[in-house]
């Protein structure tokens, strides 16, 4: 069992930064592939980014490529997801997830999730 608890998430202006953080507990983290998806109001749950066990390989929806970096310690039980450049349409509640896949791209795939963090992006 893994249990997942996101935080970071707020209001920010059109532009700006926010990293939303995913602390995991139990002590078998790095066996994970984790995942960060988004679910938009009215909208079904997307993918965002993905990273494997060692953080040796990331995965990006094409919407925030470019923008978003995904990255973990496993030090800290922790997976985070760096957002740069936010977009209105970048608003939703953020959800990490982990998998025991080598990684996921799709809901399906994920076997623990948060409660997720809002997101808010003003124009």
């Known amino acids: 069992q893994v249990q997942l608890v996101e935080s970071g998430g707020g209001l920010v202006q059109a532009g700006g930064s926010l990293r939303v953080s995913c602390v995991a507990s139990?002590?078998?983290?790095?066996?994970?592939?984790m995942g960060w998806f988004r679910q938009p109001p009215g909208k079904e749950r997307e993918f965002v980014a993905a990273i494997n066990w060692s953080g040796g390989r990331t995965y990006y929806s094409d919407s925030v490529k470019g923008r978003f970096t995904i990255s973990r310690g496993n030090a800290k039980n922790t997976v985070y997801l760096q957002m740069n450049s936010l977009k209105p349409e970048d608003t939703a509640i953020y959800y990490c997830?982990?998998?025991?896949?080598?990684?996921?791209?799709?809901?399906?795939?994920?076997?623990?999730w948060g409660q997720g963090t809002q997101v808010t992006v003003s124009s």
């Open positions: 997830a982990a998998t025991q896949r080598r990684y996921g791209l799709e809901v399906r795939e994920y076997d623990y």
């Open positions: 139990g002590r078998t983290f790095s066996s994970y592939a």
